[in-house]
């Protein structure tokens, strides 16, 4: 596609239940990334995809935070029994190749709000 | 543990002046120092720095590394209210993590 999506663009959501929010990237580009973005706050790298597997899971904050990618391309990012903190603007990321260090193109995020 | 850190935190200024951005960083596996300007959603690609020394410049923006001293500028010269945004500061570090800062909001009045 022209560039990468993310849907949906909200969410509200009840304390407890579980959410996924997906990202198509940018057609061909093998890296992946989500971020998350709380108010006010810089972005909070949560994990990588490099094709269909996950190197670095560095960042997810608990074990309720899960991602998964099929196909080399979309990704779903799955938060279950969702707390109140996890409300931020979920952001994903692609880029075209390996150990550039380097540029990657954001999506227009997903806001959630657990209530 | 990997660090950014930007300053100021926020700047308002007058349409037609000049503006300087600061970001420092403290990372293991530097590879790469990239700014984004961030308005709504979308962070939008503004530059990648891995040299030292090496000006870039697009327009009325401009930005240079100081890999010695660890830190990064973002110029704005003759800014105008479009400029207004949040301007965010990473650290490429190992094989493609970005470590970012927590953003300086830019306002310009006019």
């Known amino acids: 596609g022209a560039g990468v999506s993310q849907s949906p663009s909200n969410k509200v959501t009840e304390k407890g239940k579980d959410v996924e929010l997906r990202c198509d990237p940018i057609?061909?580009?093998?890296?992946l990334y989500w971020y998350r973005q709380s108010l006010g706050q810089g972005l909070e790298f949560l994990i990588y995809?490099?094709?269909?597997?996950?190197?670095?899971k560095s960042g997810l904050p608990s074990d309720r935070f899960s991602a998964e990618r099929t196909g080399g391309s979309v990704s779903t990012l799955t938060i279950q029994r969702t707390q109140q903190e996890d409300s931020a603007v979920y952001l994903c990321a692609s880029s075209s190749s390996p150990g550039t260090g380097g540029e990657q193109y954001f999506g227009p995020g997903t806001r959630l709000t657990v209530t | 543990e990997d660090k950014v850190v930007q300053s100021p935190l926020s700047l308002v200024v007058h349409e037609g002046d000049t503006v300087t951005l600061n970001c420092s960083y403290e990372v293991t596996n530097f590879r790469s120092l990239l700014w984004y300007k961030q308005e709504k959603k979308a962070p939008t690609f503004l530059f990648m720095l891995t040299s030292s020394g090496i000006e870039k410049k697009s327009g009325r923006l401009s930005s240079i590394l100081d890999k010695k001293e660890l830190f990064s500028i973002l110029n704005i010269t003759a800014t105008q209210t479009g400029d207004s945004a949040i301007y965010l500061c990473?650290?490429?570090?190992?094989?493609?993590?970005?470590?970012f800062g927590q953003g300086t909001r830019l306002t310009i009045n006019p």
């Open positions: 057609s061909g580009h093998t890296a």
């Open positions: 995809f490099q094709g269909n597997s996950a190197p670095d």
């Open positions: 990473a650290a490429g570090v190992g094989a493609q993590k970005l470590v």
